[in-house]
């Protein structure tokens, strides 16, 4: 499968698109396929869905946005990346065997494969092409508030994910996603739309879509008067060979089985996160400021604690996306001295 993956290449979108689950993508278009569809006014948004197969909100709001202009042009014109179309079928993150699709964009550093040459085909593109804006729609398996993500302390990617929330994050870790990518072309951002499938996190990526698709030129600053910008400093994994689990009966780390509850919340030193009766602790962490597990947890009296203040974004209850992916990343608040100082003074863009 992965040797003859290739990019698909659409300038009319298939009969069917606008009617079809995510699940019967696959036999749609063939593999990961880039859309195009025209609007009034260049350059085009670049719009990316299904990264995660099971990741739908993006996909169904996009359908919903394209209903309703059935036989009308849009604002502006719109290209489309409908990724993991494999995995879709399968309702899954990823297949087994398959890297993660928002992991293999330029600056990865999974190493060479047939998706990565598809991303680095597709971003040459679209580099041609040039862009107005870049939006990854994402969800998440916790519980989480809508936020948007940035890789660059920029008023004019603060300004695209404002429209969409006043919570943000700030990330330069982990490589290879695909706003990080797409940050070299023009203004990036990733939406995380909540819980899939839900209709109040569709609506509101629809409605998203279609303001940016509206918009004349992006505002140089951030559109609210107040925003709450976090900055992911560290990534949490449980080790390979560690067993974990929610419930009673599960052998090694025994997570809470409300453990979601406590994302975007600040933690104080010795909360509970679980039990474990091991003698080492059984999480690992990849700090980007040279930080171990022990600097963020301890083990007292059999329970897994904070051992300081922190953030969590993305705790989840589902152990597969814990295994492909991560336990949580923990994050820190942007200082408002930081946030007043960002450069708000518009800034050529690479390639557009």
Not at 167 to 184: C, I, N
Not at 266 to 280: A, I, M, S, W
Request: proline share 7%; hydrophobic share 40%.
């Amino acid at each position: 499968m992965a040797d003859a993956l290739q990019l698909h290449h659409r300038e009319r979108p298939p009969a069917g698109l606008l009617d079809v689950p995510p699940t019967a993508l696959r036999e749609l278009l063939g593999g990961p396929t880039l859309l195009e569809f025209p609007g009034r006014r260049q350059p085009p948004v670049f719009l990316t869905v299904l990264l995660h197969g099971n990741e739908t909100t993006g996909f169904l709001a996009l359908q919903r946005l394209l209903r309703r202009y059935q036989g009308r042009l849009l604002p502006r014109s719109l290209l489309v990346f409908i990724g993991n179309v494999e995995a879709a079928s399968y309702k899954v993150r990823r297949l087994d065997g398959q890297p993660d699709y928002n992991r293999v964009w330029p600056h990865t550093e999974t190493p060479d494969c047939a998706e990565a040459r598809l991303m680095g085909t597709l971003v040459r593109r679209l580099r041609r092409r040039g862009l107005f804006a870049s939006v990854d729609i994402h969800n998440n398996t916790g519980r989480n508030p809508y936020y948007g993500c940035i890789n660059r302390l920029d008023g004019r990617y603060m300004a695209l994910a404002s429209l969409f929330s006043r919570t943000m994050v700030y990330f330069t870790e982990p490589r290879g996603v695909q706003s990080l990518a797409m940050a070299d072309l023009c203004p990036a951002v990733t939406l995380e739309c909540g819980k899939p499938g839900l209709e109040a996190g569709i609506r509101h990526a629809e409605q998203y879509i279609d303001a940016v698709l509206h918009l004349a030129e992006l505002p140089q600053r951030p559109v609210m008067q107040h925003v709450d910008l976090f900055e992911t400093v560290a990534r949490v994994r449980i080790p390979p060979r560690q067993a974990f689990g929610f419930d009673r009966g599960c052998d090694g780390l025994r997570l809470l089985e409300d453990l979601d509850y406590l994302n975007f919340q600040v933690l104080p030193e010795g909360t509970v996160l679980g039990r474990y009766t091991g003698d080492t602790l059984p999480l690992e962490v990849d700090d980007q400021r040279g930080g171990v597990a022990g600097d963020y947890f301890a083990l007292h009296d059999g329970a897994l604690v904070t051992r300081r203040p922190l953030m969590p974004s993305m705790l989840t209850l589902d152990a597969t996306v814990i295994r492909q992916d991560c336990l949580c990343y923990i994050m820190l608040p942007v200082a408002a001295e930081r946030i007043a100082g960002i450069d708000t003074t518009p800034q050529q863009r690479a390639g557009g």
